[in-house]
DNA sequence: GTCGATGTTATCAA
DNA sequence: TTTGATAACATCGA
């Protein structure tokens, strides 16, 4: 899965659905198993969280955070095709496939963790001062959505290189893929291939208030269902509907209704956006 | 059977 | 410093 707002959406329905219940075993696929990082294998990670109550499920970039009552903390990104499903018989619309790890839990819900690619990785903190100690997670950029408009221009004063793969780039925001960064400056009005140094004040602050209205939006719709990405509960999210650009190839232009929009490759991954009047 | 595309991102080379 | 390619892996559809 994906986004900030798909992670968003399964933290809020996951935290509901198990805050407060108790880890009472952990199962993972051996034959295809899930990338656990250099920090702690499998099998420590598995002794670490059995037995464990879970505080809270939070999120901090695309990483869906299980608090545990000790202060430990198992994060669980989602890469490519992943998705965290909970339940009984937690299943999605593959069945229970490629579900290639499970928590069983004191209540006898399953949390499962699909991984079609298996590009997902699971890591183990076992306090917060450790945190910085784990590569990917010290480096992780600001939130968007914790972010000031004057810290969100100032971000970009030195910065140099094109405006989406930087909305992309985890190491200065967090959350923002390939959907939403092409939903985001499609309705800014600017083109993704842009240089930042090419930003007026004006741009910035059209993608800072797009940024916050849509992630706002998306996760209030549940997310974007455009392929594997399920609810926990295994629905699809509500957002794919309210895309405007992504996947939209060929379709007119919603915003300015008289362009096309259109796609590009760029470094391995499609950008769709309007050129009349992405500028 | 083959090819291309897919929502992520760390890493390495230029 | 920045960027671009590549690699992790698997599936689906043309």
């Known amino acids: 899965m994906p986004e900030l707002p798909e992670v968003q959406t399964t933290v809020n329905q996951l935290n509901r659905a198990v805050s407060g219940r108790t880890i009472t075993d952990a199962w993972m696929d051996q034959k295809k198993p899930v990338n656990t990082g250099s920090n702690l294998s499998w099998p420590g990670i ?10 809270a499920v939070t999120r901090r970039a695309k990483y869906i955070v299980f608090n545990l009552d000790n202060g430990a903390k198992l994060w669980v990104h ?15 619309n593959h069945g229970e496939q490629f579900i290639r790890v499970r928590w069983t ?34 480096a992780l950029g600001p939130e968007p959505l914790e972010l000031s408009r ?28 390939n959907i939403y960064a092409d939903e985001i400056l499609h309705r800014a009005g600017v ?7 090419a930003l007026s004040p004006k741009n910035t602050s059209d993608i800072y208030d797009h940024m916050k209205e849509i992630l706002a939006a998306a996760i209030a719709a549940g997310g974007s269902s455009t392929d594997d990405y399920r609810t926990p509960a295994g629905a699809e999210g509500g957002y794919q509907d ?12 919603t915003i300015c209704r008289r362009g096309t929009i259109e796609r590009a490759m760029r470094n391995g991954r499609s950008s769709h956006f309007c050129a009349t009047h992405q500028l």
């Open 150 to 177: 004057e810290e969100f221009q100032a971000l970009f004063a030195k910065k140099r290189g094109l405006i989406k793969p930087t909305l992309m780039n985890p190491a200065f925001i967090v959350g923002i893929g």
């Open 78 to 92: 989602q890469k490519m095709t992943g998705h965290l499903l909970v339940g009984r018989n937690p299943s999605d």
């Open 105 to 138: 839990l004191d209540d006898g819900q399953q949390i499962g963790f699909c991984d079609i690619r298996r590009f997902g990785r699971i890591i183990l903190t076992k306090n917060d001062k450790e945190i910085a100690t784990v590569t990917e997670l010290a």
């Open 191 to 197: 083109h993704p291939f842009r240089p930042i140094p």
């Open 242 to 253: 309210h895309h405007r650009a992504y996947q939209h190839t060929g379709q007119p232009c």
């Open 46 to 55: 598995r002794k670490a969280v059995i037995g464990q109550r879970l505080a």
